[in-house]
């Protein structure tokens, strides 16, 4: 059985969106930031923080190249859509669903973006990294849905109705 994996922004809804559609779906749940932690010890921003954004990506991809999945709901990080190979390899048993929002909503969610651990440079802004990231998202996507706007129950069914029509 594939993966159903869920990419998009920081604040777009992928790990409380994914473990809703696990439990819908009756599917075992992973959120690949946590995955991170786990093999690391070391906590996001901490990664971050010691390695840089383009060595937090280093790692996350080995993360991501090393998970062996079947039948599961995967949470990505968001800065996973901009590693090619990490992307190759989920794809390869998985449907790549991508939670979409406008650049005000994703804004509005980040209040800790400082703290959050998200692969950002120095001095870049949440916009320039929005603008940067969002057709890396649109470039993997197989599905995608418009999370904006809607409660958190109109998301998960959207994402469930998807993964049933295919």
């Known amino acids: 059985m594939k993966n159903l994996i869920l990419i998009g922004m920081p604040g777009s809804g992928k790990s ?17 930031d946590l ?26 991809q080995e993360c991501i190249l090393g998970l062996h999945l ?9 800065s996973v859509a901009l590693e090619d190979a990490a992307m190759a390899h989920l794809k390869r048993n998985g449907v790549v669903l991508y939670l979409a929002l406008p650049f005000a909503e994703v804004e509005r969610r980040l209040r800790n973006i400082a703290t959050r651990g998200i692969a950002m440079g120095p001095g870049e802004s949440l916009r ?22 809607q409660t958190l129950e109109k998301t998960v069914s959207a994402v469930v109705a998807a993964w049933r029509a295919l």
Request: hydrophobic fraction near 40%; include cysteine.
């Open 128 to 149: 320039a990294l929005y603008d940067y990231r969002r057709p890396w998202y649109e470039k993997h996507a197989d599905l995608t849905i418009e999370a904006s706007g």
């Open 16 to 32: 409380t969106v994914g473990v809703l559609c696990a439990k819908a779906l009756g599917m075992p749940f992973v959120d690949t």
């Open 35 to 60: 995955v991170l932690q786990e093999q690391s010890g070391k906590l996001l921003q901490q990664m971050v923080n010691e390695l840089g954004a383009e060595g937090f990506l280093r790692r996350e």
């Open 70 to 78: 079947e039948g599961a709901v995967v949470a990505t990080g968001g």
